[in-house]
C-alpha cells in the first residue's frame, strides 16, 4: 500500500527523505517551505537533483506538497487573493523542479461574499495558475482541492462545492481532489459503516467522479460527525476509530491511492504508532 506521513523539512529536503526511510514508509507530505511565509526562496544549487536521487534510493514512490496555510484563493480581498495565486504558482513551479506529481491545497473561504461567488473565484484563481508559465513549465503537477470541515465560511466541505469548482476549470487534467476523512466525517460524510461509506463515495462520484479522487488524507476526528469541527485526532482514538480506517482503507474503490497522515505530534512515537494502526487493520500488510 502506498502510505506516509506529512514530515517536517527542517534541515532541508534530503532530510526528509532520512526520515522518511527511518518510518519506513513509501509515501511523504511536505510543506515545500516555511509554511508561515509567503515567500518561498531559491532552491539551493543541486538540492533538487539530491533531493531527487535520495527519493529514489529510498524508495519513496508518492510524495506530495502541501501548500501553505495563508492560502485562500476565494479571497474577497484583491491584494491577498493575488498573493495565493502567486504562492500557489511557485508552488505548482516547486513540484516541477523536485518531479513532485501533486499539489494540494484548501481551496480557501468566502468570509461573507457568499458561496457561489467564493466558488467562482476559487476557480478563477486556479485558472489563472494554471494559464502561468509556471504551470506551462510544470505540465506534469496537478493541483489537488482538498474538502474541508466547513469551519466558518470555509468552502468545499461538501462534494458538490468540490465539483462546482472542479467544473469551471477549463483544463480538468491538471486538477483532481483530495479527501481528508476527518473534515468529510466532520462535515457530515458517514464513513464508519459499511453503509455510510458506500453511500458516502457514491456522493463523491456523482458530484466529482472518481476518476478525480488522487489522494486521502487519514486523520481521525477529535469530534463527532457533522460537527463542522477540523480537529485531528490519532488513528484509532477518534470519532472514526480503527474499525472505520478499517473499511477505509480496504475499500476497493480507495485502497490503491496514497494515504497520507495528518495526525497529532505529541512526541516521536506519534508517527510510527499511527501507521502501525493503519498496518493493523490493512488485509495484505504491503
Ligand atoms: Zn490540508
Ligand atoms: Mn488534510
Ligand atoms: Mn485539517
Not at 487573493?81 to 494540494?104: C, M, T, W, Y
Not at 461567488?117 to 484563481?125: D, N, P, V, W, Y
Request: hydrophobic share 35%; with cysteine.
Amino acid at each position: 500500500m502506498l502510505l506516509g506521513c506529512h514530515l517536517s523539512i527542517s534541515g532541508g529536503l534530503e532530510q526528509t527523505v532520512a526520515r522518511a526511510q527511518a518510518l519506513q514508509i513509501n509515501a511523504l507530505q511536505i510543506f515545500s517551505h516555511n509554511a508561515r511565509s509567503w515567500k518561498m526562496g531559491a532552491l539551493k544549487p543541486d538540492e533538487a537533483k539530491r533531493f531527487i536521487e535520495r527519493r529514489r534510493h529510498a524508495h519513496i514512490e508518492y510524495v506530495v506538497i502541501h501548500t501553505i496555510y495563508l492560502i485562500n484563493l476565494a479571497s474577497p480581498d484583491p491584494k491577498n487573493f493575488k498573493l495565493s495565486v502567486q504562492a500557489l504558482q511557485d508552488e505548482v513551479q516547486r513540484a516541477g523542479e523536485l518531479n513532485i506529481p501533486h499539489v494540494n491545497t484548501h481551496i480557501g473561504a468566502h468570509l461573507g461574499q457568499g458561496v457561489e461567488k467564493g466558488l467562482e473565484r476559487i476557480a478563477e484563481a486556479i485558472n489563472s495558475v494554471l494559464a502561468s508559465p509556471q504551470a506551462k513549465n510544470a505540465p506534469d503537477v496537478k493541483i489537488l482541492l482538498e474538502n474541508s470541515a466547513g469551519e466558518g465560511t470555509e468552502l468545499g466541505a461538501t462534494f458538490a462545492e468540490l465539483g462546482a469548482v472542479l467544473n469551471n476549470i477549463k483544463d480538468k487534467s491538471r486538477v483532481g481532489v483530495c479527501i481528508d476523512t476527518c473534515h468529510a466525517f466532520a462535515a457530515g460524510y458517514e464513513l464508519t459503516t459499511p453503509q455510510g461509506l458506500e453511500k458516502t463515495l457514491k456522493e463523491l462520484d456523482r458530484e466529482i467522479g472518481l476518476e478525480h479522487l488522487e489522494l486521502i488524507h487519514l486523520n481521525d476526528s477529535k469530534f463527532p460527525l457533522g460537527s463542522r469541527r477540523d480537529r485531528h485526532e490519532h488513528i484509532g482514538q477518534g470519532h472514526i476509530g480503527l474499525e472505520g480506517f478499517r473499511l477505509i482503507v480496504n475499500h476497493p474503490t480507495l485502497r490503491e491511492k496514497p494515504f497520507i497522515l495528518e495526525t497529532p505530534k505529541d512526541d516521536e512515537q506519534s508517527d510510527p504508532k499511527n501507521l502501525a494502526a493503519i498496518r493493523s487493520v490493512r488485509y495484505d500488510r504491503t
